[in-house]
């Protein structure tokens, strides 16, 4: 739960700023540019208070994807390390602690657990290609290793055993649950939104032009998306309403861009066939 709480905090960062530069309801001013500061900090303070390491991936995704829109990109380079830099001594210890086991997985159970379930939902579809349906991991059974320290410089292995527990990955969740082809239709969806979401912001990205704000949006519900896709490696949120809001509305975006683009080239397309009468009956 709090792996899920942070990664749709950090998913809508991107959001709330293009809300604070092209909204609407209220018009953009130092006010909406201050509270959006102020919500994006309070976004990014989620995965620190929860000390989820999926919070961390999801904001240096964040931060990367961030770089396209970036006009002066080696001067957000260095802000965005200078950032770091600074923040690190202010982080709680909890965070710290818990983000080192992201390089030794093997003294976390946590991290040793996914991995054998991972292994288990593997050999599971070899058996049963169209899946075991919603919450079949439940039938599971596995054993880990996990490195523990008994003294300065000496570990030892301990073998544990588990039963019934979660996939921790959506992935492993769609191909445990409805099967390779569950799994392929799931990416289909969000693989050809990531695609349409990349092709409409490099047709509206013109600055100057009557549809600005099209192409920001696009890259928002792109990156949104893509710390979804990212975070969901290591959080069992196939199903989350939040990523389909997002797809509902990338959906929505292409679908009336799509019209605007209908409606400009009806008139010229009547134009060309009036043309042509003409000439045919000159």
């Not at 909890?94 to 292994?119: C, L, P, Y």
């Given at each position: 739960m709090l792996s899920t709480i942070s990664a749709v905090a950090v998913a809508i960062v991107p959001l709330i700023f293009w809300f604070a530069k092209f909204g609407t309801i209220f018009p953009p001013d130092w006010r909406v540019k201050l509270f959006a500061w102020?919500?994006?900090?309070?976004?990014?303070?989620?995965?620190?208070?929860?000390?989820?390491?999926?919070?961390?991936?999801?904001?240096?995704?964040?931060?990367?994807?961030?770089?396209?829109?970036?006009?002066?990109?080696?001067?957000?380079?260095?802000?965005?390390?200078?950032?770091?830099?600074?923040?690190?001594?202010?982080?709680?210890?909890?965070?710290?602690?818990?983000?080192?086991?992201?390089?030794?997985?093997?003294?976390?159970?946590?991290?040793?657990?996914?991995?054998?379930?991972?292994?288990?939902?593997?050999?599971?579809?070899?058996?049963?290609?169209?899946?075991?349906?919603?919450?079949?991991?439940?039938?599971?059974?596995?054993?880990?290793?996990?490195?523990?320290?008994?003294?300065?410089?000496?570990?030892?292995?301990?073998?544990?055993?588990?039963?019934?527990?979660?996939y921790h990955s959506a992935y492993f969740e769609m191909l445990g649950e409805q099967g390779w082809l569950g799994l392929a239709l799931w990416l289909l969806l969000h693989f050809s939104g990531l695609v349409r979401m990349e092709v409409l912001r490099r047709r509206y990205r013109d600055p100057d032009g009557p549809l600005a704000w099209a192409g920001p949006l696009a890259a928002a519900l792109q990156t949104a998306h893509a710390v979804y896709l990212f975070g969901a490696l290591f959080v069992g949120i196939a199903f989350q309403p939040f990523v389909y809001m997002l797809v509902g509305a990338q959906i929505g975006l292409d679908t009336y861009l799509g019209r605007l683009r209908a409606e400009t080239a009806a008139p010229a397309r009547r134009r060309n066939v009036r043309g042509g009468q003409a000439l045919a009956e000159a």
């Open positions: 102020a919500l994006a900090f309070a976004c990014l303070l989620i995965p620190v208070g929860t000390a989820a390491r999926t919070g961390l991936i999801c904001i240096g995704i964040v931060a990367l994807l961030s770089l396209r829109a970036a006009k002066r990109k080696v001067l957000y380079i260095g802000l965005v390390a200078a950032a770091g830099v600074v923040a690190v001594p202010f982080l709680p210890s909890a965070f710290t602690e818990r983000m080192g086991t992201i390089q030794n997985h093997q003294a976390d159970s946590s991290a040793s657990t996914r991995i054998a379930v991972w292994k288990w939902t593997l050999g599971f579809v070899q058996d049963h290609p169209f899946g075991g349906g919603f919450e079949a991991y439940r039938g599971n059974r596995i054993a880990f290793d996990v490195v523990q320290k008994t003294g300065e410089g000496e570990t030892t292995n301990k073998l544990e055993t588990d039963k019934a527990r979660a």
